[in-house]
């Protein structure tokens, strides 16, 4: 495929995967005609048509359900949040029917969906654009919830996320629709439940997730000047979480930092922490350290909001407190 | 200050239905009164737990409008779900089993009463938040609809009936699905059971416009009133609806005017309605009009009907031993069906 952009990688696998299987339609707003408000489902209403490419009235709570009984009845319907954020609106649907539907029918059901879109704090789009869902969501069961970062990762991961017989939450990033990777030309999936080790290191575990991956990278960057090793890996995953790929990393590093994007209080870093507790407790050197957004609207000025969410040089000086052990 | 609106005269007489017809109606009504009953009775028992709500006195609507479809259509309902159920084609045993928490109910035990599911039987629920399931029927119809014209395939002419009470009508979800529905014609009918009550809620305090057939007319869909006590007027107002979605017509609102003789739930007290009101209803039960339509039209006798009356309550009977004898769930599988495997 050459170099791609992140929302064409999307939009690849969506195209590649309707024209394998018949039952794979899209539903949302503005996803036929206007080809998507960042372009994934650009011209795919041409070839595939308006019933397959299905543009929606404003109505999210009603067309997520629709999604869901579609679903029920034999369809893979990918439903396409025009930002997540919107999606509170279909927190009803979500919860109760796509997560849950499964099991309070006895197993009578089975809920192929995948429900995206993109969330993430953005430049200054305001607080109701900047919503990051996925901490809201962790708690429902039968859902499982993924978050891309890369053109490489995005397909593979659309890919098996449609391919999933189950509810998938795709979260995409506002900021990262033009990062640009070379892709293969061979078709490839990527496991839902998997977290990928970005770089190995020994000196500290730094667990990441969407666009702050890019930037822990970046202050990975200026501390391998200062001779650190960190040990970077991208949940992928956040729901399961890969506690595999994550207790072989503490075996090696003792040492934890998270960086996410999402709001402090009842967060993925939340969650993490609770069950490293659980299970690797006896492997660190020092507690979990958790860097997330500040538990506040997101504001629309400029600075403020960078104040918001964490940045390159703050990962770095954790890193530097970390490795001296005075955190 | 509740005023009882006018009910639409429907002339039984010109229905045209047969012997065999007529009884298997009855008889599908008798099995949803006397079904319910028996929860009421296994409810006090401490056989069956929760919110349980029960389906009596709205018989017709179940049996006019499910019997109108075939076995390949789809039925989507609320927590009120046992009968819908039962007209579908579930099993008693099997919805009983469901009530008393068994691994033999229709939802192994893990829904309950107000979560009936059965794939078999093209059920889509059993829905606890009122409206939730609509959009769900929505996406059955949207289904039929892209089977068809998507995939080109002329055997999916599926239709899917949604039923719901007065006030889900007043519910963002209800509208939202009415202007899908009507936007992409797709085969669905919206069955509105007006028994004039949520809960404790009156539908002419909640409802600026308490005529719902009307509201059809704003997405340019037909509405009907229906006098939701007759069966044959429910069945015929059904038949016609079926008829026009599955040509490809698209959707129907159906508003049956009908009540429930018990209070919302086993739960609740009922001491709202008014005995006068209660009474008018219950002069009106399905059951007793249609018996007496078969006996007049000399459709069956009364030994016929009593025959179908002792064979339902031997059936319902039958559903309380399996469902007593029948299995808990085995606590090791409390985690099984979060995901579909695989």
Same mark, same amino acid.
């Given at each position: 495929m050459a170099e791609t952009l992140l929302f064409n990688a999307l939009r690849a696998a969506t195209d590649e995967e309707m024209a394998r299987d018949e039952t794979v339609l899209v539903i949302g707003e503005d996803v036929g005609h206007y080809g998507g408000s960042y372009k994934v489902t650009k011209d795919l209403c041409k070839k595939y048509g308006d019933l397959r490419v299905l543009d929606t009235p404003i109505a999210e709570n009603s067309f997520m359900g629709m999604a869901v009984g579609a679903a029920m009845t034999g369809l893979r319907p990918i439903v396409e949040? *025009?930002? *997540?954020?919107?999606l509170l609106l279909a927190f009803n649907q979500i919860a109760?029917?796509?997560?849950m539907l499964r099991y309070t029918s006895g197993g009578n059901y089975e809920i192929p969906m995948v429900i995206r879109g993109p969330g993430g704090v953005g430049r200054q789009l305001g607080a109701e654009h900047s919503q990051r869902l996925e901490a809201y969501f962790q708690?429902?069961?039968?859902l499982k919830i993924v978050a891309c970062s890369t053109p490489y990762n995005a397909k593979g991961l659309l890919k098996s996320a449609i391919r999933d017989r189950n509810p998938v939450l795709f979260f995409e990033h506002?900021?990262?629709?033009n990062l640009k990777e070379d892709l293969p030309d061979d078709e490839y999936l990527l496991p839902l439940d998997k977290a990928e080790v970005v770089r190995p290191g020994k000196d500290v575990t730094i667990l990441t997730y969407s666009r702050m991956r890019h930037h822990v990278v970046q202050a990975s960057k200026a501390l391998e000047q200062k001779g650190f090793d960190p040990e970077i890996i991208d949940?992928?995953?956040?729901?399961?979480?890969d506690y595999q790929t994550i207790g072989e990393s503490i075996r090696k590093t003792h040492k934890v930092i998270i960086v996410e994007?999402?709001?402090?209080?009842?967060?993925i870093a939340a969650e993490i922490i609770a069950s490293i507790n659980d299970r690797f407790f006896d492997e660190l050197d020092a507690p979990v350290l958790r860097m997330s957004s500040?538990?506040?609207?997101?504001?629309?000025n400029g600075r403020l909001e960078s104040l918001t969410i964490v940045q390159p040089k703050q990962i770095e000086e954790a890193v530097e407190k970390m490795m001296a052990l005075r955190i | 200050m509740v005023q009882d609106r006018t009910l639409p005269v429907f002339?039984?007489?010109?229905?045209?239905? !047969?012997q065999d017809e007529g009884l298997r109606l009855y008889e599908d009504m008798v099995l949803g009164r006397y079904f319910e009953d028996k929860c009421a009775e296994m409810y006090y028992r401490g056989k069956m737990f929760g919110f349980v709500h029960l389906y009596n006195g709205q018989e017709a609507v179940s049996t006019g409008v499910i019997k109108a479809m075939r076995p390949d259509d789809y039925v989507c309902s609320t927590y009120r779900d046992h009968v819908h159920a039962l007209s579908a084609g579930v099993p008693a045993r099997n919805v009983m089993a469901e009530l008393f928490g068994k691994?033999?109910?229709?939802s192994k035990g893990r829904g309950g009463s107000m979560h009936m599911f059965s794939k078999e039987h093209n059920l889509l629920g059993g829905f606890?938040?009122?409206?939730?399931g609509i959009p769900v029927a929505l996406g059955a119809a949207f289904q039929s609809r892209y089977r068809r014209d998507?995939?080109?395939?002329?055997?999916?002419d599926q239709v899917t009936a949604a039923f719901f009470g007065d006030g889900t009508t007043n519910n963002g979800q209800f509208f939202e699905c009415l202007n899908m529905a009507a936007l992409w014609k797709l085969p669905i009918l919206f069955v509105?059971?007006?028994?004039?009550?949520a809960i404790g809620m009156a539908h002419e305090r909640a409802t !600026?416009?308490?005529?719902?057939?009307?509201?059809?007319s704003v997405f340019g869909m037909p509405g009907y009133e229906v006098d939701g006590m007759d069966v044959l007027a429910v069945r015929d107002v059904a038949q016609a609806a079926v008829a026009r979605a599955r040509a490809g017509e698209g959707p129907t609102l159906i508003e049956c005017l009908t009540y429930r003789?018990?209070?919302?739930?086993?739960?609740?007290?009922?001491?709202?309605?008014?005995q006068a009101e209660k009474e008018a209803w219950q002069a009106r039960d399905p059951l007793s009009r249609f018996e007496a339509y078969l006996l007049e039209q000399n459709l069956a006798d009364e030994a016929a009907l009593k025959a179908v009356r002792d064979k339902i309550t031997a059936l319902v009977e039958e559903s309380v031993e399996f469902a007593e004898s029948s299995p808990e769930p085995d606590? !090791?599988?409390?985690?099984?069906?979060i995901f579909a495997e695989g």
């Open positions: 949040g *025009m930002n *997540m954020g919107f109760n029917n796509a997560g708690a429902v069961p039968g506002v900021l990262l629709y949940l992928i995953s956040l729901k399961p979480i994007e999402c709001m402090r209080t009842g967060g500040q538990d506040i609207p997101t504001p629309y | 002339q039984a007489a010109a229905a045209q239905v !047969s691994e033999t109910g229709i606890a938040f009122i409206g939730e998507a995939l080109g395939d002329a055997s999916a509105v059971e007006n028994n004039k009550w !600026s416009q308490p005529e719902i057939y009307r509201k059809a003789f018990r209070g919302h739930s086993l739960a609740d007290p009922d001491e709202l309605r008014s606590p !090791s599988e409390l985690r099984r069906y």
